[in-house]
């Protein structure tokens, strides 16, 4: 039998490489691809509606199977640029926090880092719809994708909640990985690496290929985003899976 792979991917700019080799290869005509952003995905891959999701890590404690597969991820060493904290008021006078709603891995991140590295108790709200009009007076918000590359135009003040985790920790921190709610065939997971990797070897085309004017996306690929799901990667992958557990 020769069932098609429901594949689900983050619709923004930072899987544009992955998307670039999977589309130019072969597994197109074996996979359906939807994209959309990662909460949306997450509930995709949880609902089974999908059997592989580039999904938000912090889903994996929710998923009864979660099978990493690929060598690569939406991570960062440092400073990511599209992960923050957006603000018109120095942390230290923020007195509410709104969650992104297109969020599930950054908006506990946010959480984690205020109770443990900012040291700072607030009010939380969670975002339903467009809320960055919002960011105003004391009033935060967490940010994550493109319209964060944008938001660092419109706020005074950003914190990257990726440069937080590693001065807090020491580590990388993992995103989004590929993740299957099933065991993935070998065969499907070689070609499926070969894709990611081509992709990310064409990162001058990709770059040709989009116009986004609020941030240069070769340094964003080259830079900010680090693709490779190495050991340091997943030690920072379990470290915050373990705090999750205690928030
Ligand atoms: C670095 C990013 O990572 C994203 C953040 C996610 C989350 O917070 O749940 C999920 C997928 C990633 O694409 C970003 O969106 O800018």
């Known amino acids: 039998m020769d069932k098609r792979l429901r594949i689900g991917a983050v619709s923004y700019l930072n899987t544009r490489p992955m998307m670039y080799g999977i589309h130019r290869s072969g597994l197109m005509q074996k996979v359906d691809m939807v994209a959309d952003f990662p909460a949306n995905i997450a509930a995709m891959l ?24 690929t060598n690569y991820c939406i991570g960062a060493v440092g400073r990511v640029e599209s992960v923050g904290i957006f603000s018109e008021v120095p942390i230290e006078k923020v007195e509410k926090l709104i969650l992104d709603y297109q969020s599930r891995t950054s908006v506990n991140l946010a959480r984690i880092l205020l109770k443990e590295y900012w040291k700072k108790e607030i009010q939380i709200e969670q975002a339903k719809e467009d809320y960055r009009h919002l960011i105003q007076g004391t009033t935060a918000a967490v940010v994550i994708g493109d319209r964060a590359l944008s938001q660092q135009k419109k706020s005074a003040y950003y914190y990257d909640l990726s440069e ?16 299957g709610n099933k065991p993935v065939d070998t065969d499907f997971e070689d070609a499926f690496n070969r894709a990611n990797a081509y992709g990310l070897n064409h990162i001058d085309e990709v770059v040709q290929e989009l116009t986004f004017a609020d941030y240069d996306l070769k340094k964003y690929y080259t830079q900010n985003i680090s693709y490779i799901l190495d050991e340091q990667k997943r030690k920072g992958l379990d470290l915050f899976l373990q705090k999750l557990t205690q928030l």
């Open 46 to 69: 949880l609902n089974d509606e999908i059997d592989i999701g580039l999904v938000p890590v912090a889903i994996i404690p929710r998923l009864q199977e979660a099978h990493i597969i």
């Open 164 to 179: 937080a985790w590693y001065k807090h920790t020491g580590l990388p921190f993992v995103f989004a990985a590929w993740i």
